[in-house]
Structure formats: structure tokens, C-alpha cells
């Protein structure tokens, strides 16, 4: 059963994972139930959290089988909880490109969010882009969310400007990477481009770059203020254990002046 989920989490393309994972969260907290470890984002208990990553960055313990959220998600729902206005301020306009399902429905229904949604391929998405170049007009979003994307692209400062670009003055956001916190420089190599030497390099198959400490130098260069989540009201061990959360995980918050 491992084996077969593994493969499937591996193989599949993701808009028919997607697609899969409705029916799948119907039976899977059944089995998974108990009180071990908690999602903020859905309020469920369970007996542990399934397994999810590439061969090279596989964690265990991690995915909700239920709303499918995974340790970036629940961080950046408690941001969103404690430290912003997300929930209460009147009529943000938000851009969320690659909506993640754990989100995607809560924000919709969100009274409070003029929300529009954006991906190359994605189908719960309302857009379909390519980043590099957004069809939207200048100063027009409050609040941007582009998490795990920038390690896809081919120009990554160019997708950032893009992004400075539609946000209005005194927007803020939150764009996500993998980041790899030994590296003090991300690392690109334009010759590695079999899939196998991805995922060996980059830690996944479709990555084209591995972000380093350098990674808020990149969002100052597209034009951000950068500023980093919880520094002042840190999440304690008991959450991050119970809500099983990244240790190493750095959450970036971007402003445009």
C-alpha cells in the first residue's frame, strides 16, 4: 500500500492528483483516526499525518488526510490566524496563483476577499497564465499568495516582478519556496535537465533551482520589503510538534511600499 501511494504521489500528473484526492479524502481519516497530531487549517485530529515528497525529500508524518495540507500550509495558516488582517480587513483584493486545495474553497467563500485565482494548468484555478507574463493590470491586488513556484520557472526575478507589479502600494504577500538553509546561495545549474537529475539536485523532478539563505535577496531584487513571520511571537515546541511543522521552515513576508 505504501509502495502503490508512493508511486502514485510520484507518477501522476498533478491536476489528475488533484482531481484523485477528493475521493480520497473521504476514507482516509477514517483511517488515520485518532489524536496524535492536529490541522489547524480543517480543526481535525488524527492518529498520524500520511507521508508525502520525492524520493530525495520524502518526510513522514506531514500530509492531512483530510484538506491535504502539508507543514507550509498549516505555517502560513497561522500567519494568516495570528498575525494579519486576512480574516477581517473589508474587501481584500487577493491574487492567489497555484491555489492549493486546503485554501482554495475557504478563501472563496471568504465574504471579506474579492479572490482570483491564477495557474498555467491547474483546474480549480479561474485563470490560466504563464507567470513570466501576468494579464492583469499594475496595482491592483492587496494581498498576493505564489507558494512553491518559483523553483518551477525559467526567470524566478522575473515572475517576482510580475507579481511586484499587480500588487498596490502597501500590499503584502507571501511566496513560498522550498529553501534549502544550509546553502547560502541558491543553486542553478542550466545543463542538469533529466528529470532523475532534478530531483537529485533540486529535490524534485520539475525544479529548475534550489533556493538558498540568499532567497530574500531575490524578492528585495523584484522590489519587496522583506520581513520574516513570528519573530516576535514565536510558535512554541507543543505546537510545532503537535501541528508537526518544518523546524527549519522560514515564512517571508513581502511589502510593497
Known sequence: MKKAYKFLLNKLPRPLLIRLSYVFKVFAPVIYKGNNVECPVCNRKFRKFL????EVAHRDNVLCPYDLTLERHRLMWLYLKRESNFFSAPKLKVLHIAPEQCFHKKFKNQQNLDYL????????ADMHFDLHEIPLEDNRFDVVFCNHVMEHVDDALKCMKELYRVMAPGAWGI?????DISRSETYED????SPEEREKHFWQKDHVRLFGMDYPDWLRKAGFEVEIAFEKNPISIEEIERFRLSKQEILYIVRKK
Not at 507521508?51 to 520525492?54: A, D, F, K, L, N
Open 190 to 193: 542550466w545543463n542538469i535537465t
Open 175 to 179: 511566496l513560498q519556496v522550498p529553501q
Open 51 to 54: 507521508s508525502y515528497g520525492s
Open 117 to 124: 485565482t491564477g495557474d498555467l494548468l491547474s483546474p480549480i
